[in-house]
């Protein structure tokens, strides 16, 4: 609401005020970024901090609103919207759960390694400063390497994260430069600036391509664990776990499988997109790619997939992809068939074709082009977002 923050203002903001007396009773927000799927951009709008008077509620107030940040967003030319909320809820307007959200593993105090009689620590822990924006962004580019879905944030909004937010914001975090003795910076972590519950938060944590990650993550452990310390003494709180909250996986995992012995499984986005066609169609670039570097590629022919009232027509031309709109005339017709909003789950990859078969009944593939292409299409692969608000 200062008006700081680089693409969000006041004016995304909807609200709802009873006239008679002038109290504000409901609201809601857009917050307007731009994401990537496997590199490539697409707009995205985030409704978001939805909130009714209890007084208020089952009035329609939130549908109302919510169809009037899709309009907002519609005129952004927003492809795909997203948000995070509690279970069922916004699945009324349009979302499916469709992407990973929140997944971690932590880490209890004792399994952090002390360091050996004679040892010291070889790495520093110093603040970042605005100086450091093109090395942030050098580390976020890597982590996000490996996310089918990401959120681009600029220089602007790196900035704003490290000296823009307001001190008391639950979205600031602390940001690290992990670097040598000789002040040569090699990795960066970014944490929670308090604890939650009894947890100190891991947001991102990148080594530079070289650098071993195993050499680096002792100091990390035994830094986290003093800081940690250092809040819970500061706010009279009891600080018991480090928990990473980098997805389902990230190679931080793998050097400390022994000692994340808390997994917190994944919860998810909800996702809309509504103009399906319009959004594969931008896509092509990804499925080509995927299609190029198949078994199959150079595939020519055809398949459809069908949502039982609506479908997708995909063309193949020597490995050439074409996406139009298609209507089944028939509950049999098509070459794979996804109830409801399921596909979305496979287009963002939360769930691979085998799991949503398994889960769904109605969920087929019945064709051997459809079994053949639709894992090659549209695998499993993880997401870990960090929002761009």
């Known amino acids: 609401m200062s008006g700081h923050h680089p693409t969000f203002r006041p004016s995304d903001f909807i609200i709802v005020e009873d006239t008679a007396t002038g109290k504000i009773v409901s609201s809601m927000c857009l917050i307007s970024q731009t994401w990537t799927y496997e590199g490539v951009p697409f707009p995205f709008g985030q409704p978001d901090i939805v909130s009714t008077d209890p007084a208020y ?3 329609g107030l939130v549908r109302f609103q919510i169809n009037e940040v899709h309009r907002w967003s519609a005129e952004r030319g927003e492809l795909v919207q997203g948000i995070t909320g509690i279970p069922w809820y916004y699945r009324q307007f349009g979302y499916e759960m469709a992407l990973s959200l929140d997944a971690s593993r932590a880490a209890l105090r004792s399994s952090v390694p002390s360091l050996k009689e004679g040892e010291r620590e070889l790495y520093r822990f ?6 450091d924006v093109p090395f942030i962004t050098e580390m976020y580019r890597q982590a996000t390497s490996r996310s089918l879905i990401a959120s ?10 490290i000296e823009g937010r307001n001190v008391k914001s639950g979205s600031r975090a602390d940001f690290r430069v992990i670097e040598t003795e000789e002040s040569k910076p ?3 972590l970014v944490h929670s600036r308090k604890l939650w519950g009894t947890t100190l938060g891991v947001r991102l944590y990148e ?3 070289g650098v071993p990650l195993l050499a680096v993550t002792p100091g990390v452990l035994r830094y986290l664990d003093a800081t940690g310390e250092e809040y819970a003494k500061r706010d009279g709180g009891d600080f018991r776990a480090i928990s990473f909250n980098m997805g389902e996986h990230h190679p931080v995992y793998d050097i400390l499988m022994d000692k994340l012995s808390l997994v917190h499984k994944p919860y998810a986005w909800y996702i809309r997109v509504p103009d399906l066609p319009l959004f594969a169609r931008h896509i092509i670039p990804v499925l080509e790619k995927r299609l190029a570097e198949s078994v199959q590629a150079g ?6 997939i069908s949502f039982y009232r609506s479908g997708l027509h995909f063309s193949f031309q020597e490995g050439r992809i074409f996406v139009e709109a298609w209507k089944p005339e028939r509950v049999e017709e098509g070459g794979a068939a996804f109830p409801d909003l399921t596909f979305l789950q496979l287009l963002f990859g939360f769930r691979s074709l085998e799991e949503l078969q398994h889960a769904f009944p109605d969920c087929s593939a019945t064709t051997d082009t459809a ?3 639709l894992p090659i299409l549209f695998p499993r692969k993880e997401s870990n977002v960090w929002s761009g608000g």
């Open 371 to 373: 079994l053949s292409l």
């Open 57 to 59: 509620r089952r009035r």
């Open 299 to 304: 595939y020519t022919g055809e398949l459809k």
């Open 186 to 188: 090699v990795g960066l």
């Open 126 to 131: 110093r603040r970042a400063t605005l100086e």
């Open 207 to 209: 080594v530079k391509a």
């Open 152 to 161: 681009v944030r600029d220089e602007a909004l790196w900035r704003y994260d």
